[in-house]
């Protein structure tokens, strides 16, 4: 297979086939993140991504999952991702589901009508790092999008039949709007009442424009209970009507895992004990922690 540089996916996507189809991300300008600096978004040439296909298919089906990185290949046009779907429907044919990381960004040239010939063509999932319901973080963060734009999203890719997955960042809006950013997430989320959700926890990366504004003082990120108080607080706004929630990811402190609303009591109620308690034995040492 042919990879450029460091190549990152959801965790759900973990068993998946990796198909590098666009290298970087077409935005790039997000203060927290680092994952793709030193590359330049471009599409791959179609004869690159073909024969990675037709590489896959000598290898048989060993997953029945297939993720298109970079960073937000949904940018693409909507006749190249047709294609290359297309091309997995007939070179992989026990390949049940695509997924693609995505947001407002990708959907604000694609018609309803391309949304569902990408569904009808296997794209099944897409996942968004949302981070924020507070449109005053996501403009201190660079994210591109404001919050009606994601509701929107969600509506869209809902009506389209694909499935969504919508990722917040705790500790992303620091000490002082903490709880507005829980808040504002929470009614965001509800909002788009996603299939999935999953709280990640910011982490300072060096060389990224966040890590800067906290070595000059201008960001504090929260401490580790405060960010489980923001956790609660996101937890307990939210009025889902069937999603699993998950704060398992390897950046947090408490791994939770449930359906919402079914689980949402359990979750608050350990999450209320161990506030309650400060035990840090509930927690993931730090250095099991990561990206």
């Known amino acids: 297979m042919d990879y450029v540089g460091a190549i990152y996916r959801p965790p759900s996507e973990a068993g998946s086939l990796l198909l590098q189809v666009t290298v970087g991300c077409s935005h790039d300008r997000c203060t927290f993140c680092g994952m793709y600096a030193g590359k330049t978004f471009r599409p791959k040439p179609w004869e690159t991504i073909q024969a990675d296909i037709a590489e896959a298919r000598t290898a048989g089906p060993w997953t029945r999952r297939v993720f298109l990185c970079d960073g937000d290949a949904l940018v693409l046009a ?83 039949g694909i499935r969504h997955s919508v990722i917040v960042l705790l500790g992303i809006a620091g000490v002082a709007g903490s709880q507005r950013h829980a808040q504002e997430s929470a009614r965001i989320l509800s909002a788009i009442d996603p299939a999935f959700a999953s709280a990640l926890t910011v982490t300072l990366v060096p060389g990224t424009r966040l890590h800067q504004e906290h070595e000059r003082g201008q960001f504090q990120l929260p401490d580790r209970f405060a960010l489980l108080d923001e956790l609660r607080t996101l937890l307990a706004g939210t009025r889902l009507t069937s999603c699993l929630f998950s704060s398992n990811h390897a950046s947090n402190y408490l791994p939770l895992q449930g359906h919402l609303p079914e689980a949402q009591g359990r979750l608050l109620q350990l999450l209320d004990e161990v506030l309650r308690t400060r035990d840090e034995r509930w927690l993931r040492p730090e250095h099991l922690r990561g990206l």
């Open 78 to 160: 909507t006749e190249r991702l047709l294609t290359i779907l297309h091309e997995i429907r007939t070179q992989l044919p026990w390949i049940e589901r695509v997924g693609v990381y995505g947001d407002p960004r990708g959907l604000r040239h694609k018609s309803d009508e391309d949304l569902g010939r990408l569904r009808a063509a296997g794209l099944g999932i897409v996942y968004h790092g949302l981070e924020s319901g507070d449109d005053e973080v996501l403009r201190r963060i660079d994210k591109g999008f404001d919050a009606t734009e994601a509701v929107d999203m969600g509506r869209r890719l809902a009506q389209a």
